[in-house]
């Protein structure tokens, strides 16, 4: 009986430590939202047309916003936040290639934007810098081995 009870219990504890865990580890995807321009981009007119942008995308009028962040990047065609910010309304409206490239180039304009580098709408299309970072490898038949020592034969 007390066998039993010891039993229950941790199988209730252990139900819980699964729905602890499992709410702990899952995170909502932050919205995306439309970035100001940095003051180096800080040309009058760009800065309207992203206020306008923004507005409209905040109240769901895409092509209005694409409108406006199209005219900002016409502007300031070297700001990473004018082509992020173009790229988030030609998402929003389905044009997922036009996005893409929109994307890249933001991210390609503002290297240390962390904003854009790690935001979710630019996470479908991954890291550019990935083919660098990995190790060209030989194919071969042997299998590795522990500490890249040789097989012994």
Same mark, same amino acid.
Request: net charge positive; hydrophobic share 40%; charged share 20%.
């Given at each position: 009986?007390? !066998? #039993? ?5 941790? !199988?209730? +504890?252990? !139900? ?6 499992? *709410? ?6 932050? $919205?995306?939202? $439309?970035?100001?321009? *940095?003051? *180096? ?5 760009? !800065?309207? +047309?992203?206020?306008? #942008?923004?507005? @409209?995308?905040?109240?769901? =009028? ?22 992020? /910010?173009?790229?988030?309304?030609? /998402? @929003? +409206?389905?044009?997922?290639?036009? @996005?893409? =490239? ?5 991210? /390609?304009?503002? $290297? #240390? ?12 299309? #991954? ?20 500490? /890249? ?5």
């Amino acid at each position: 009986m007390v !066998m #039993g009870m010891q039993i229950r219990q941790l !199988m209730i +504890l252990g !139900m819980i430590l699964v729905l602890v865990g499992t *709410t702990a580890c899952s995170s909502k995807r932050k $919205p995306l939202v $439309p970035l100001s321009l *940095t003051e *180096t981009d800080a040309k009058p007119q760009a !800065m309207v +047309l992203t206020e306008q #942008g923004t507005q @409209a995308y905040q109240t769901k =009028q895409f092509e209005d916003a694409k409108k406006y962040f199209q005219q900002a990047v016409a502007v300031v065609p070297q700001s990473g936040q004018a082509h992020y /910010n173009f790229a988030l309304a030609l /998402n @929003a +409206l389905g044009d997922a290639e036009a @996005a893409r =490239q929109h994307f890249l180039e933001a991210a /390609n304009l503002a $290297p #240390g934007d962390q904003i854009i580098w790690d935001s979710p709408a630019l996470a479908p299309y #991954g890291d550019p810098d990935t083919r660098k970072r990995t190790k060209d490898r030989p194919y071969g038949t042997e299998r590795p081995t522990f500490g /890249n020592m040789p097989r012994q034969k």
